[in-house]
T-cell receptor
């Protein structure tokens, strides 16, 4: 079945620096790749998503890139701020309509 | 426009009891997905339902777990004879169509004593 690998599991960056989180997926039929941010005790919140007909998408300080050939996609956060600290999950949707999630990345922004 | 609603937010059960978790999708959404999240882990798909139909239950244990999404009312995830390993956060998500974005509810945190 579909498998999504996410790296790194933890990431610590200085405020103002950039953070990059990477995911790979196994199902070549996957066509939708959302990223969710989850703060402690809260629900996952969609922050950006990309579909397979697009290579890159940007929304202010957040961008996502997709390489279909290599079956990997990445989240880029620039000019990080303390409120960016959270756990980030990538996901992929393949032949079935369910989302398959990565294991999560705990991002810590150091002031 | 209210988001996805789940209740209860917290549920404590003793081993052997039943747990019923409810999910009301966003207005206009007829597709519901249930996910389970163990502490410090990612979300694992359990079941995907459309009104009155189970579309995909490949992630749901065959024993003790069941789900429904009736024509009227919320979707319900039912866990019979709970065990300590069922302790987790259970999230539901909804979308207006299977190819659209899924929006998550606040989750139900189940603790089995």
């Amino acid at each position: 079945g579909e498998n999504v690998e996410q790296h790194p599991s933890t990431l610590s960056v200085q405020e103002g620096d950039s953070a990059v989180i990477k995911c790979t997926y196994s199902d070549s039929a996957s066509n939708y790749f959302p990223w969710y941010k989850q703060e402690l005790g809260k629900r996952p919140q969609l922050i950006i998503d990309i579909r397979s007909n697009v290579g890159e998408k940007k929304d202010q300080r957040i961008a996502v890139t997709l390489n279909k050939t290599a079956k990997h996609f990445s989240l880029h956060i620039t000019e990080t701020q303390p409120e960016d600290s959270a756990v980030y999950f990538c996901a992929a949707r393949g032949r079935a309509q369910k989302l398959v999630f990565g294991q999560g990345t705990r991002l810590t922004i150091n002031p | 426009n209210a988001g996805v609603m789940q209740n209860p937010r917290h549920l404590v059960r003793r081993r052997g009891q039943e747990a019923r978790l409810r999910c009301s999708p966003m207005k206009g959404h007829s597709h519901v997905y249930w996910y389970r999240q163990l502490p410090e882990e990612g979300l694992k798909f359990m079941v995907y339902l459309q009104k009155e139909n189970i579309i995909d239950e490949s992630g749901m244990p065959k024993e003790r777990f069941s789900a429904e999404f009736p024509k009227e009312g919320p979707s319900i995830l039912r866990i019979q004879q709970v065990v300590r390993g069922d302790s987790a956060a259970y999230f539901c998500a909804s979308s207006p169509a299977p190819v659209e974005t899924q929006y998550f509810g606040p989750g139900t945190r189940l603790l089995v004593l």
